[in-house]
């Protein structure tokens, strides 16, 4: 079992930045793939971006140069920058992980961005 937790969301004007943490009780050395994904209402949840347990990374084509996503040395934390924020980057964003136990959720940080 991984508990998640985010933090970091908030109120922003379009075109300013937001960075997203996602802390593991554990760390991911165990997992496949780590990622976020959002969802604002009415939408499903989208991936956002994601890194493969050979840090490869990975962002929607909608967030390209905006976004990026990393992961601390410590392999505990896993982060989203968020740059040039744009109204339809609201939502609640998730932090997922997948390992060999399971795929494990966080409870998700609300962003919400002004035009």
């Known amino acids: 079992q991984m508990y998640l937790t985010e933090s970091g969301g908030g109120l922003v004007q379009a075109g300013g930045s937001l960075r997203l943490t996602c802390t593991a009780s554990?760390?991911?050395?165990?997992?496949?793939?780590m990622a976020w994904f959002r969802q604002s209402p009415g939408h499903q949840r989208e991936l956002v971006a994601s890194m493969s347990s050979g840090h490869e990374a990975n962002v929607a084509g909608s967030v390209k140069g905006r976004f990026t996503i990393s992961m601390n040395n410590a392999k505990d934390t896993l982060n989203l920058q968020m740059n040039n924020l744009k109204p339809e980057d609201t939502g609640t964003y998730y932090c997922n992980v997948a390992d060999w136990g399971g795929s494990f959720w966080g409870q998700g940080t609300q962003v919400t961005v002004s035009s």
């Open positions: 554990g760390t991911f050395d165990r997992a496949k793939i």
